[in-house]
């Protein structure tokens, strides 16, 4: 086939959903109207570990318009059908709701008050009586016992290190940060007999429904997820949730629809979190800055009930080239919720220590942090002898130095000044492992010449509504106006999860899969049919372009798919597309990449930090939408600017209560946080990680800037702060 032209892809679109979502029209999971709902506001245990001996609901059953109260003492037992597949749960036994006494961490789940209205389903709320059997939390990784480490090695380290010219010895460590996006998590449930819809926020509709299929003992086919918008996941939708599960539970007993919406509070005590580290990292150099050796040991805290565990390994494994390298990742495992995924899951905690230790160890020697990087990239994955699909830190190396002026950086910390700011120049590497798995699509041609694709993935604001249009788009010759594409519903084609850079990749390469098939079905039909210009055609000459089919390089000779599908008395025209996943056995090593450069401006005598400016330079593949990219990058900095500067969540270690359950109290950037921010895409395409040569870009671009901007901070300072978030008593 000749190749298609490409009109959409790669051009910096509005987003088609834009004026839906400015104008409120856009329908969010707690915003459905359903008929009947009555609302659910779920009691959360106010003890960190223990029993509850008794809950009281006389008041709150006496309370004007509440309708009953569930607990463990009158809830009825549920399945919990053990089918892991197609879950996102971590290994372990998964939190089952109001099915015993015990309390596993503050804020569990306990009891749900049904009402009439909110407020009394709130006050309702507020009546319940739990008395409880306290016993004292396990909430602090100082004092808890690990698990046995998941280890890796090659080489000798040890050796390694004691033969190395210059050895390095630091401990960081990384506060735990919850996701706080924008939407509160909410559920609307409702039976129909034994089948159960629920309208979610959800990053998985697929996963979703898998869990409430095992949870209630359904057939996969009786559940139905519905989730067209999420207002911001970054990664706290990708598992089904307890309030969800209750949802689903109280519908069924109260024989009406429920809803339910966490406030934000409980944002904090039953959705998730990334967890808190201490990354001990040991390295090795010659005096000309070649890497020989590393040791990193990493202690992660996870649930007493779950092992949740993320990518912090891998960075370690590839980044840079050297033949030793010893690491340990122990679980840490303590009376809190079970952490899942947050932007940049792993990688973003260990570039924060590795990244660090890079330009302590460039000072150490007096060497340049871009060179000193340089003179350590590997030629092929170090972990596993593969070659990159495609790597190109030294060109984003050299891009960013140019456009960011690092020329202009003195590398003698505290030696520039803006008036009482001290100013600093720091850089990091980012690396990321998007996520290729496996998803379906579907793709049908209507005779009026529009098209419509689906697929059950989410869009919780990267754009995946454009995007996806754009690849359907150019793969018809259609028009963006003529195709509408469909998500959020899991009665479409199953896809992976919306996280882990993976949707553009998997989503996308079914969609352009399907979109393929039905534009060579009606190329096929073309050249076979008598009364077409294109009849006797090779197929592999034809092109469609704005919806008309015709011959490569003679235009005239064609028609539309108007006239084709309306003279052959079809309605439409559909297919089915898939993509496969990552190749099994791997044959390329495969991640995006990018390079963070930071200005910092610091108070000199009151130790506040200011983000002055930043630039990012990436090796992500094709750019489906630049417009859309850019919206990816630069939230992706304000979130490493959150990371390194303002995001901390407190655990009172007495009872377990997180202290700064609250958004007044967890500090996020605002606007007056960011300043100029700006990204830059290699141009280019990865032609063996996928049809569209795309790498995916949402994770990438938080990994790295921490480190950038602490890096900048000891530029700026003379002092090296390793722990995150870096305050100003840290540089006092």
Known sequence: MSPQPQAAVGAPLSRV???????GKALYAAEFDVDGAVHAVIVNASIGRGRITSIDTDAALAHPGVLRVIHHGNAPTLPYRDNSQGSNNPPGRRLRVFQDDRVLFHGQPVAVVLATTLEAAQHGASLVDVRYDAQRPS??????????PTRYARGDAEAGLRDAA????????????????????ATIARWDGDKLTVWDKTQWVVGTQTELSTVFDLPLTSVRVISPFVGGGFGSGLRCWPHTVVAALAAREMKRPVKVVLSRKQMYLHTAFRPSYEYRLRLGSDRRGRLTAAVHEMDGETSSYEKFTEAIMLAGQMTYSMSDVRQAYRLVPLDVNTP??????GFASASFAIESAMDELAGRLRIDPIELRRRNEPAEDPANGLPWSTRRLRECYTVGAREFGWNRRDPEPRSTRDGDWLIGLGMATGVYDPGRFPAQARARLDADGTAVAEAATSDMGPGTYTSQTQVAADALGLTMRAVTFRLGDSLYPPTSPHGGSMTMTAVGSAVLDACDKVRRQA?????????SPLYGVKAEDIVVRGGRLHVQGAPARGETYQRLLTRNNLTHLEADGSYAGAPDPARHAYYAYGAVFTEVGVDATLGLVRVRRMLGVYDAGRIVSPKLADSQALGGMVGGIGQALLEHTVTDHRDGRIVNANLADYLVPVNADIPDLKAIYLEGEDPQANPLGVKGLGEVVQVGVAASIANAVFNATGRRVRELPITAEALL
């Open 523 to 531: 190329i096929e039909l073309a050249v076979e049919d008598e009364e």
């Open 139 to 148: 909430t602090d990784m100082a004092d808890a016992e690990p698990d046995e």
């Open 17 to 23: 959903d834009g004026r839906l979502k400015v104008t």
């Open 340 to 345: 899942l995924w947050m932007r940049g899951p």
């Open 166 to 185: 210059v050895r390095l010895d630091l401990t960081y460590r990384m506060a735990r940060n919850h996701h706080n996006p924008m939407e509160p998590h």
